[in-house]
């Protein structure tokens, strides 16, 4: 099944330039002009039970900008998991901060090449997890699932289980619980808090942290770590605490 991928500008030439060379590569291209028309076409996905697999998001658009909508996107469990390449001509470092900080998975400036985008957008999709709005779904039956045979399932499930007291984080569904509610992450935000819980005590330094979660074909700048543990923390309530930075080595998680 070809993926499926939205383009969000507001400048209708990008978007017909960017959607004829995708189509080109075998992916079915949705376009939008605005946040809000691009959350009537994810909308639109979810009750088809289809997804949408990666979204190209322009930055300076209005009246809502590609940060603002995207920062809905991450907090809503349902969308939390695309995958987001921001594309944009702001390429100062804080704006590029503000995009990894809300969960981007890469960064695209303007003027572009053709070929860096389709070199981009195959990384991405090759790397994501998806947990987009079809696999949610999947979810929801795979718990019905489990309660009506006795719960042998959830058993199963829970050999591949991280756990500290109330904070709960299932690698098989890609899943996290806080105090049994679901926390909306991305993939990056999961596998560094995997790594931190799978070695509670053990620091582990910026250098290392970016060796085993972040791919070596993204852009990564050297507060990114900050900033993902940073939104960690805050995500995961009364536990945030529990992530220790040692100046100057790095992070660990003490339990």
């Known amino acids: 099944m070809a993926k499926r991928i939205l383009i969000v500008d507001d400048e209708p030439d990008i978007l017909e330039i960017l959607r004829f060379n995708l189509e080109m590569e075998g992916y079915d291209v949705f376009t939008a002009e605005g946040a809000d028309e691009a959350q009537e076409i994810v909308n639109g996905q979810w009750l088809r ?6 979204i190209l998001l322009d930055v300076m658009m209005t009246p809502k900008s590609g940060f603002e909508w995207a920062r809905e996107l991450k907090a809503n469990a349902r969308t939390a998991g695309i995958p987001i390449i921001f594309c944009t001509a702001k390429t100062a470092e804080d704006d590029l901060l503000t995009g990894f900080g809300l969960g981007s998975d890469d960064y695209i400036c303007k003027p572009f090449r053709i070929s860096e985008v389709k070199a981009r957008v195959r990384a991405v999709l090759r790397r994501s997890v998806p947990k987009a709005s079809a696999e949610s779904l999947e979810r929801e ?11 042998a399932k959830r058993n199963e499930a829970r050999d591949n289980m991280l756990a500290y007291e109330g904070l709960m984080m299932d690698l098989d569904r890609i899943e996290c619980t806080v105090d049994g509610k679901e926390v909306p992450f991305t993939k990056l935000e999961f596998e560094l808090l995997t790594l931190l819980l799978s070695s509670p005590g053990q620091v582990f330094s910026r250098e290392k942290i970016l060796q085993t979660v972040w791919p070596n074909d993204t852009v990564v700048l050297d507060r990114t770590v900050d900033v993902n543990i940073t939104r960690i923390r805050k995500k995961i309530g009364r536990y945030g605490e529990c992530i220790r930075t040692k100046f100057g080595y790095g992070y660990l998680f003490e339990k």
Not at 49 to 54: A, C, K, Q, R
Not at 143 to 149: C, L, Q, T
């Open 49 to 54: 039970n289809e997804g949408i697999d990666l």
């Open 141 to 151: 039956h795979s718990r019905a699932d489990m309660a009506s045979d006795g719960g």
